[in-house]
């Protein structure tokens, strides 16, 4: 159920894919940070809000626009909806790709839930930091670079931090759609003020010891890419090499040649 990290300031693990979402209870209502991968599983959260309080949800901040994160957004049809502006337009642009992935991760039994998402983007963007008073705890959620994606957002409040999926915990970072060249600064400059309670996208809860660590093997990964792309080092070697399962190499070497324009 819900885990109070501070006053007023929870997260909710669910068991699907281990996502984290993020309550924050002010005195003018509640901020959601993402909203779950559909709008069943949305509504059901929802509910699970009344045990907390009565006071309705008002603000959603959406950490990117990956539609385990996003799917919920339709059901808070009251709330101002933050994110970055790149998440706005890759919801806005083409949703196709998103319902592809959704199709692909959603287990069989629960697909049509993927069928009836209304695709709902942040209407509220920022490009580098924005501030929400929800009324007694105040909330800031910050853009430090491409990641992850190119819209991940850090919350934070009170303490506690929200990262996204900048950090996992017990699993590989996902590579699939990420500036693996760019990821580690980016994560430096999101890690000053991190904590000391952090709560990754996935999984167990985290400390900035566990950032640094997170960073290191995003450094190694990028530093054995840029030797790959960079000074004509073999790519298989890189890839057996890397902290990181060969799968995810692999993909981080491919996504690394794009982000370098540098043709396979
Ligand atoms: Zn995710």
Same mark, same amino acid.
């Given at each position: ?16 894919? $281990? ?118 705890? $105040? ?115 491919? $996504? ?9």
């Amino acid at each position: 159920m819900f885990e109070e990290l501070a006053e007023g300031v929870f997260r909710r693990p669910y068991p699907f894919l $281990r996502i984290n979402i993020g309550v924050v209870i002010g005195e003018e209502g509640v901020l959601l940070v993402d909203t779950r991968e559909s709008e069943e599983a949305a509504r059901e959260l929802s509910r699970e809000l009344r045990t907390l309080t009565t006071k309705p949800v008002r603000w959603v901040v959406n950490t990117h626009w990956h539609w385990d994160h996003v799917f919920g957004n339709a059901l808070f049809p009251g709330a101002v909806i933050w994110g970055h502006r790149s998440c706005r337009r890759r919801l806005l642009v083409d949703p196709a790709p998103h319902f592809k992935d959704a199709r692909r991760w959603m287990p069989r039994d629960r697909r049509d839930e993927i069928e009836r998402v209304r695709v709902v983007p942040p209407k509220q963007t920022f490009e580098a930091l924005t501030s929400i008073d929800i009324g007694g705890n $105040r909330v800031s959620a910050t853009y430090h670079g491409r990641g992850h994606t190119d819209a991940d957002v850090v919350v934070r409040c009170a303490g506690v931090t929200f990262m996204g999926d900048l950090v996992e915990q017990g699993k590989s970072p996902e590579m699939g759609d990420s500036y693996p060249l760019e990821w580690p600064a980016t994560l430096a400059a999101a890690r000053p003020g991190v904590g000391p309670t952090v709560v990754p996208g996935h999984g167990d809860l985290l400390s900035a010891t566990d950032i640094d660590h997170q960073a290191d093997r995003l450094e190694r990964v990028a530093a054995l890419l840029r030797q790959v792309l960079f000074e004509g080092r073999p790519a298989e070697e890189a890839v057996r090499r890397g902290p990181i399962p060969e799968l995810h190499m692999r993909k981080a070497l491919a $996504r690394a040649r794009s982000e370098a324009g540098i043709p396979a």
